[in-house]
């Protein structure tokens, strides 16, 4: 059944407003001649006036005489008043509560940033909303509660990090958010191996890169979401399970190819080895550089097999040692994988991070 929307005034008003009307509209009618043909004194009439006393029905009756408009309209606006005023008061109760809400939200929610991503539009009341949507909550109780727990058991983790717990979880939360709003295809954990080939022939041409792999990630059925980090919030991805299908969220905090690449396959890695037996698990990719669990090392391990195979990777280190700019480009165009994919496993592996290079790492 269909109802028409209240609308709640910003304030009351009481008849008095509209005696007063028919009194400065009357000529040779004051408030003290119409007290005297009201039988009331004067006081009385402005008390009414002023919105202090109401119009009772026996004065209503009077005023009809007098005035010329109706009892029953004296009466209903009378009626309509109580009822505004009651409905303002009630307006501003709620109004009270969401401002305490609202307080206590900005206490877990990096309130500046959301507004920035344009989720937020100064509507408290909307914006209260949009939050409990955001984090999946149905109460302010249940968004704290949310927050106390701890959801990340398995992530990269290093205590020299400077970590903002709250910028933390809202990124994440945000990720799950957009994850659950984004339409893909069905997945298929057989279909990895051909993934992964084809993301490579991307991270190769490297155009347009971002855009390319969200695209052949959903048609692969991986659902993938770039989220502006926060301040303090060093994550570079993130897996986890979004309805039916696998989801990886990034940041793209380093606009590197060979980051890119890694933290794709990263996150694939964990979608393969460990989301398949367990879709309750959630991996945070914070930092590298610190001792890795078990997930994380698999994951890695998996990463640099997906994107450099050990049998090209033994062929470079019996054969074509030592490695400058020059026999990099070669073997990258060789075996169609990236310079810098192959730069960033030469450093790491070798420890080379202080050789000069010319080799372009920005993403396109």
């Given at each position: 059944?269909?109802t ?5 005034p910003?304030q ?8 007063k ?5 009357t000529?040779?009618?004051n ?13 009385f ?13 026996d004065i ?5 005489k007098i005035?010329g ?10 009626s ?8 303002v ?5 709620k109004?009270?509560?969401n ?10 929610v ?9 989720y ?16 999946q909550?149905?109460?302010?109780d249940g968004?704290?509660?949310a927050?106390?727990?701890?959801k990340?058991a398995y992530y990269?983790k ?11 979880f ?7 958010y957009?994850a659950?709003?984004?339409k ?5 954990f ?11 022939n991307?991270f190769y ?5 971002a ?17 502006d980090?926060l301040?303090?919030?060093p994550i570079d991805?993130c ?6 299908n696998?989801a990886?969220?990034?940041?793209l905090?380093?606009n590197?190819?060979?980051n890119?690449a ?13 989301l398949r037996?367990?879709?309750?698990l ?5 930092t ?15 990463a ?16 074509h040692l ?6 990099i ?18 450093c790491?592996e070798?420890?080379y991070?202080?050789?000069k290079t010319?080799i ?5």
């Open positions: 059944m269909a028409n929307k209240v609308l709640t910003a009351a008003t009481h008849p008095g407003v509209l005696i009307d028919e009194i400065d509209a000529p040779n009618l408030q003290r001649t119409l007290a005297k043909e009201l039988d009331v004194k004067p006081s009439l402005n008390e009414i006036i002023k919105g202090k006393r109401p119009v009772t029905a209503a009756i009077l005023l009809e005035l408009i109706s009892a029953d309209y004296w009466m209903k606006f009378q309509q008043y109580e009822i505004d005023k009651a409905r008061k009630q307006k501003n109760i109004k009270l509560k401002i305490e809400l609202w307080n206590i939200i900005k206490e877990y990096p309130v500046r940033y959301f507004k920035k991503q344009n937020l539009n100064d509507d408290i009341e909307n914006d209260i909303k949009k939050i409990k949507c955001i984090y909550v149905e109460t302010i968004l704290i509660s927050f106390s727990k701890d990340f990269r290093s205590e020299k990090l400077k970590i903002d717990d709250n910028n933390m809202a990124w994440n939360s945000l990720a799950q957009e659950k709003n984004q893909t295809n069905t997945f298929n057989d279909n990895l191996n051909q993934l992964c080939v084809n993301l490579n991307i041409d490297n155009y347009d890169t855009e390319r792999v969200k695209t052949v990630l959903n048609q692969f059925g991986i659902k993938m979401l770039l989220i980090k301040e303090k919030t991805g897996s986890f399970w979004s309805g039916k696998p990886i969220a990034l940041t905090r380093h590197r190819i060979d890119f890694f933290t794709i396959m990263h996150e694939i890695g964990h979608i393969d080895l460990h037996n367990d879709k309750n959630k991996f945070m990719d914070l590298k550089k610190q001792n890795l669990n078990k997930y994380e090392s698999e994951a890695d391990n998996y640099q097999e997906k994107l450099i195979s050990k049998e090209v990777w033994i062929n470079i280190l019996e054969n030592p490695l400058n700019d020059h026999k480009k070669y073997l990258g165009d060789e075996y169609k994988i990236n310079p810098a994919i192959l730069l960033g496993r030469v790491y070798m420890d991070y202080a050789m010319t372009d790492k920005k993403m396109n």
